[in-house]
């Protein structure tokens, strides 16, 4: 059972916003702030969308954003995009000097 | 450009064993932490282990420990993952990916714990 709980999924139509939440489950879990979130399409390998919670790599829309409130990051991406359409995925640092993802989202662009 | 290139994956049965092989270019590989990631068909994201630049550091997921072991030849550019004892429940795609990292005059390089650069995945089936 992963440490980090994501929504099996959630939709959206495009213009819309949606938020993906990450929450730390078990204690020394999500006690940094090094939070990354990844973009999956079928077939494809991932795609580092957000790092250290919030901080956009370059080439990344700033439809994206990240931020986090206690125990929960988000992921929230203003105007969806029919490209949208895609598995995320939160990772995080964790106390034991490991890192540990989440289940994954599967995000649907209606 | 900065690339990662898996090899080394295939068909292998339970007990068995299996050496992954991940080529990098077009970075300083001896800069940057390197880790491996593994996703079994239809499956989420399972991060594997990780090693430091100078390999003097290493970290290993429960799952494998014991049975994995992480290394890194600086002067061939290259990550490797042995894996022994493998079970059905390896069955996966095996990333290869670099951490990415911010330099600080007092530290030098430090990973900021994000996956910032993948290979395409190598695919290891453990089956009889």
């Known amino acids: 059972q992963s440490a980090l709980t994501q929504p099996a999924s959630v939709s959206g139509s495009p213009g819309q916003s949606i938020t993906i939440s990450c929450t730390a489950t078990?204690?020394?879990?999500?006690?940094?702030?090094?939070v990354s979130w990844y973009q999956q399409h079928p077939g494809k390998a991932p795609k580092l969308m957000i790092y250290?919670?919030?901080n956009r790599p370059s080439g990344v829309p700033d439809r994206f954003s990240g931020s986090r409130s206690g125990n929960t990051a988000s992921l929230t991406i203003s105007g969806l995009q029919a490209e949208d359409e895609a598995d995320y995925y939160c990772?995080?640092?964790?106390?034991?000097?490991?890192?540990?993802f989440g289940g994954g989202t599967k995000l649907t662009v209606l | 450009q900065v690339q990662l290139v898996e090899s080394g994956g295939g068909l292998v049965k339970p007990a068995g064993s299996l050496r992954l092989s991940c080529a990098a270019s077009?970075?300083?590989?001896?800069?940057?932490?390197m880790s491996w990631i593994r996703q079994a068909p239809g499956k989420g994201l399972e991060w594997v282990s990780y090693?430091?630049?100078?390999?003097?550091?290493?970290y290993y997921a429960d799952s494998v420990e014991g049975r994995f072991t992480i290394s890194r030849d600086n002067a061939k550019n290259s990550l490797y993952l042995q894996m022994n004892s493998l079970r059905a429940e390896d069955t996966a795609v095996y990333y290869c990916?670099?951490?990415?990292?911010?330099?600080?005059?007092?530290?030098?390089?430090?990973?900021?714990?994000?996956?910032?650069?993948w290979g395409q995945g190598t695919m290891v089936t453990v089956s009889s």
């Open positions: 990916a670099r951490l990415k990292d911010t330099y600080d005059i007092l530290n030098g390089y430090q990973p900021d714990w994000a996956f910032d650069i």
């Open positions: 077009g970075f300083t590989f001896s800069d940057y932490y």
């Open positions: 090693i430091s630049g100078n390999g003097r550091i290493i």
């Open positions: 078990s204690s020394g879990v999500g006690d940094y702030n090094y």
């Open positions: 250290e919670v919030s």
């Open positions: 990772n995080s640092y964790t106390i034991s000097s490991t890192l540990v």
